[in-house]
């Protein structure tokens, strides 16, 4: 299993409040068991673990190279535009053109559908309550 990779700054943040938080929970825990681990978790984090961050960059195994940081933010870009990711494997060869029109259809089904229930659900919930609403509303569909 590999580890899961960060961009630079986002891995110096968790870094940093981790080693606050557990340096807060030790000190306000268990004083006099945990005492050793109150300061050491504190340089550990703040003096050893930052400074390796930004000095090794890349190198260092968490962190994300800028290709990886670019790709992640790419596909999800194109996790939000369904149709367009579904495009570009139809350009890439991925899917042959039966496989694109099913998936085409069922995702305009699908946004059809959501944009009902949104229309339905600002109109208002009095409208549904009287037969002739639910009427439209099949009506719709």
């Known amino acids: 299993m590999a580890l899961p990779t960060f961009e630079k ?12 938080g557990l340096t807060a929970l030790f000190a306000v825990l268990l004083p006099a068991l945990l005492e050793p681990l109150i300061p050491a978790t504190f340089i550990l984090g703040f003096f050893v673990l930052i400074p390796l961050i ?5 190198d260092f195994p968490l962190v994300a ?36 029109e099913r998936r085409l259809d069922r995702l305009l089904a ?16 009095a409208s549904r309550g009287s037969s002739a609403g639910r009427e439209r509303e099949f009506e719709t569909e």
């Open 9 to 20: 700054i986002r891995l110096t943040g968790l870094i940093g409040i981790l080693s606050f």
């Open 54 to 58: 930004w000095v090794l960059g890349e």
């Open 65 to 100: 190279s800028e290709n990886e940081a670019d790709s992640a933010v790419d596909r999800s870009a194109t996790a939000e535009r369904p149709v367009a990711a579904l495009r570009e494997r139809y350009a890439t060869g991925e899917i042959d053109e039966a496989e694109f």
């Open 110 to 125: 699908t946004e059809d559908l959501d944009e009902r229930f949104d229309r339905a659900e600002s109109d208002g919930s």
